[in-house]
């Protein structure tokens, strides 16, 4: 069992159960295989105290051989031996900091809970390379998600990534202590950076409020409008169905929560969704002592790299100008354009009015300027890909159209994202040098029960399909009861 669990920390109980019976035919109880199971793990990893006073020597042996990884301490307290209080410790490796130069200015940050028996919290600040894949860029353990631990790894994310950097986008969910920590970091505040609301979480809260399917995806809808025009209609909806719920959106700041509002600062990034990915590859990763812990986002990170660095010779080998996913959005899009007829106005001013004509219904018109990079369409100056409209001009102008795309979407910043850093191994534990204080676990964090671990995550409505409600409503509008006006809230 051992072996397995070096192969994959995310090894189960019931892999355990499974790996009885089909080897040993020999069914055991779950407490059985979950006591192997704790069993092994210690032997494997170690508990969580020796794991804690373990960490400190690893981490300065991260930092040895892996020159510009920051780690930063918040002890709780000193005991008369000399011995600290763990507290905060917050990690982030150079290659992901010099990545992070490379890639769309957001930073997604998310906290996940530890399943170990000590209460602790799991703070993850995510971004998106030029390919649309996730890179985790710094991680932080505290006690749990407050407004103190929230500033303190938000001034060591604006220390050590921001910087001097103005534009910077940080998308999270509404902990209120994650807001009030916020407002106090300049790096991410109006005019040096901004901040933004998930979206997702948004709808949550909402839908936790008034509990309708329908006014959920009515929310999710306006969030998503990619012109004003198209989310006041939608907030007009909602108005018609529950005048409260249409009040408690406009409550919101449209700039925080909408895509018809932002001002492209976002990328088209809705949702902490991409720090939410992470938190499901570590689920296995969170039931491991600390050390291991830090050691499994070594790992998972020296990998990444590797493999994307890889991916990205090949772009360039290939003389490929954008990764993959640009270039199949672009190339999607250039498709659609050709269908478009153009009327060119303006040369110098690069306008044109681009038509849309759709088989069976009205044509649509789309004003485009290229040199104030703006259709009527709202998508390209919301993501920064140009739209079918745009590249129909472009075309019909004879222009580059590399020059109209953003250079964080390039594959030479893709490139950039891989190697401007790089991972080294760590050598044997026996020349890893001593650090200059020790680290004791927080007691005071202990969970006092008895048996298996438990998820200690509360699932809410984020985590239920809501089909059946979705299709209820959605057969009534079908049937032809939207004419005789839904049941609506007042």
């Avoid at 997702?200 to 329908?214: G, P």
């Avoid at 485009?368 to 079918?388: F, K, N």
């Avoid at 594959?411 to 790089?422: D, M, N, P, Q, R």
């Avoid at 007691?443 to 008895?450: E, M, Q, V, W």
Wanted: charged share 25%; glycine share 6%; hydrophobic share 35%.
């Amino acid at each position: 069992m051992e072996g397995f669990i070096r192969v994959n920390p995310a090894y189960d109980v019931k892999y355990v159960i499974e790996h009885a019976d089909s080897k040993y035919n020999y069914a055991i109880s779950y407490q059985k295989a979950w006591q192997a199971l704790k069993r092994a793990r210690e032997n494997v990893y170690g508990t969580w105290e020796s794991s804690c006073q373990f960490l400190p020597k690893y981490m300065l042996a991260l930092q040895k051989y892996n020159d510009g990884t920051i780690v930063e301490w918040l002890h709780k307290d000193r005991q008369v031996d000399g011995v600290f209080t763990l507290g905060y410790v917050f990690w982030a490796y150079k290659p992901c900091i010099e990545a992070f130069k490379h890639c769309r200015k957001i930073l997604a940050v998310d906290g996940t809970h530890l399943y170990t028996k000590y209460r602790h919290k799991l703070l993850i600040a995510n971004t998106l390379d030029a390919n649309q894949k996730i890179i985790s860029v710094a991680y932080a353990i505290v006690d749990e998600e407050s407004y103190e631990s929230w500033k303190w790894f938000l001034d060591a994310l604006a220390r050590h990534f921001v910087g001097d950097i103005v534009g910077v986008c940080l998308i999270s969910d509404r902990h209120a202590g994650l807001l009030k920590a916020v407002g106090e970091v300049p790096a991410f505040c109006e005019p040096i950076g901004v901040h933004r609301y998930c979206l997702r979480h948004v709808a949550s809260n909402f839908n936790s409020q008034f509990k309708n399917v329908q006014l959920k995806d009515l929310c999710y809808r306006a969030g998503q409008a990619l012109t004003v025009r198209s989310f006041e209609t939608v907030m007009r909806q909602i108005e018609g169905l529950c005048r409260g719920a249409h009040e408690y959106l406009r409550r919101i700041d449209v700039t925080k929560w909408t895509f018809s509002h932002d001002g492209g600062h976002r990328y088209g990034v809705m949702t902490t969704n991409i720090s939410e990915a992470i938190n499901g590859v570590l689920k296995g990763t969170r039931r491991l002592p600390i050390t291991a812990i830090v050691s499994a986002t070594f790992t998972r990170s020296k990998n990444t790299f590797r493999e994307r660095e890889v991916v990205a010779m090949n772009l360039q080998q290939r003389n490929q100008v954008w990764p993959d996913d640009v270039f199949n959005r672009i190339a999607s899009n250039n498709s659609v354009g050709t269908r478009h007829s153009v009327d060119l106005y303006n040369h110098s001013r690069q306008t044109a009015s681009v038509t849309v004509h759709v088989p069976g219904t009205s044509s649509r018109t789309f004003r485009v300027s290229l040199l104030e990079r703006a259709c009527d369409c709202g998508q390209w100056r919301l993501s920064g890909i140009p739209c079918s409209h745009v590249l129909a001009a472009i075309r019909q102008y004879v222009l580059d159209i590399t020059l109209y795309v953003p250079e964080c979407y390039s594959t030479i910043e893709y490139a950039l994202t891989y190697t401007s850093g790089f991972f080294a191994p760590l050598a044997d534990v026996e020349y890893w040098d001593e650090p200059n204080f020790q680290l004791r676990h927080n007691p005071d964090r202990r969970i006092r029960r008895r048996g298996r671990d438990v998820t200690t995550r509360i699932h809410n409505e984020m985590d239920w399909a809501q089909t059946r409600a979705r299709q209820q409503y959605q057969a009534q509008d079908g049937a032809g009861t939207s004419g005789q006006g839904s049941r609506r809230r007042r």
